[in-house]
């Protein structure tokens, strides 16, 4: 029996693997993905490291250290950046390097596997920011006609 | 004073929301969209009504009846189904339609605005499917390496 080739191998798998289904491990996969500071890291790690509010930071995607990434995405918890960042490591979306200085420097770069997804994740974050307006304005006339 | 037209307006909107700053409306709008369910049902009204787990489901986008949506949505609630819809109909992501049938049948289908974000969410979930087996191999990896 020919063994299959790893592009054959990935066919079959996108066969395979359903996300409707709840049993289907790209359905947990899905919901790890779909949380706004997994979205806000991939986005960060393509950006400018001196991200300007509203210019448009497409661009190369570049290592970030944790503490600009604390930094960047205002509001979030130690905590939950450490957690977040590991998991998207454990996943192979990123990967973390840690330079002996003094203090040491850790530093977070995508992986070719995170490449692949940071533009999705880049045009989740443009549009949220482009049809913010029309989103207000459409919850605006909602909640006139319930009213 | 020259009044701004919708296009200018919007292009103004880009520049002022921005996402990876905590107080930003367009955080929260990231926050709303980046949920299993949204990703699943705005993916799942662009599908075929006879959906078949593993068929590559693009298509034109359809309206899909209640009962439709909370089947092929494996797993979810009803609760969650009928908040998680009514949350996209306010946002103006899709429309709700009231057929007066015996019983009635309520349909649900993309605006504009859904469907410019419904091939992202397509995008993501397909991603899921396909990269689901990396994935676990990162994974395999990463709690050998650690452990």
């Not at 790690?45 to 944790?66: I, K, N, V």
């Not at 692949?116 to 989740?124: A, D, K, N, P, V």
Request: hydrophobic content about 40%.
């Amino acid at each position: 029996m020919a063994t299959m080739t790893a592009a054959q191998q990935r066919a079959q798998a996108k066969v395979e693997y359903d996300a409707f289904l709840a049993v289907c491990p790209s359905r947990k996969l899905l919901d790890r993905l779909s949380d706004k500071w997994v979205t806000l890291i991939l986005a960060a790690l393509g950006s400018d490291s001196a991200h300007q509010p509203g210019t448009d930071c497409a661009g190369e995607p570049r290592s970030m250290r944790y503490s600009e990434l604390l930094r960047l995405l205002a509001g979030v918890s130690q905590k939950m950046l450490t957690q977040t960042l590991r998991s998207l490591e454990r996943d192979g979306l990123i990967t973390r390097t840690v330079t002996p200085t003094v203090p040491v420097t850790v530093t977070y770069e995508l992986t070719d596997l995170g490449l692949s997804l940071r533009e999705m994740m880049r045009g989740l974050k443009t549009w949220a920011e482009m049809h913010m307006d029309d989103v207000l304005a459409n919850r605006e006339t909602y909640d006139t006609r319930v009213a």
